[in-house]
């Protein structure tokens, strides 16, 4: 698995923190910042890595602003992307097992880094179910072709 990381500055110290954890899981990453002492936009972080996951160049993204929501939104914009906002470890593995999501978020001034890695952990493991839940992935797949 190759995973693409990126962080606003809202997000910097729990994208250091997810960096180390996919060191220790030996799973491949960029980490492609920001590297900023100033305020940056989380869509120019946000937008190319939902690019390179749904381009298939990375198997996932995991995006981290102030709360997530920015992120989230934006990512969600790239066909192919499910982007899932999650501050909690229930959702975590539910949203890979039910949703298939390629893209994680998280918000920093929302949960610590602990639990941040805890999610990520949980995320990046756990596998997709498929059956009914590919059936219902697959109409949001159709519409994304439908309505390009
Ligand atoms: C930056 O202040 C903040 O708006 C951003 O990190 C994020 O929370 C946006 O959704």
């Given at each position: 698995m190759k995973v693409a990381l990126a962080s606003d500055h809202g997000g910097m110290n729990i994208r250091k923190e997810i960096a180390s954890l996919l060191e220790e899981l030996k799973i491949e990453y960029v980490d492609f910042g920001c590297e900023c002492a100033s305020s940056v936009d989380y869509p120019d972080y946000a937008l190319p890595v939902a690019e390179k996951v749904a381009s298939g160049e990375f198997d996932r993204g995991i995006l981290i602003c102030g709360t997530g929501i920015g992120m989230s939104i934006a990512a969600n914009k790239v066909k192919g992307v499910r982007c899932a906002l999650v501050h909690d470890t229930f959702s975590a593995k539910a949203t890979r097992a039910?949703?298939?999501?390629n893209i994680l978020a998280m918000g920093e001034r929302v949960i610590g880094p602990g639990l941040a890695r805890d999610i990520a952990q949980i995320w990046l493991t756990g596998e997709f179910e498929g059956g009914r839940h590919a059936n219902r992935v697959g109409k949001i797949t159709d519409y994304e072709e439908k309505h390009q």
């Open positions: 039910h949703n298939d999501s």
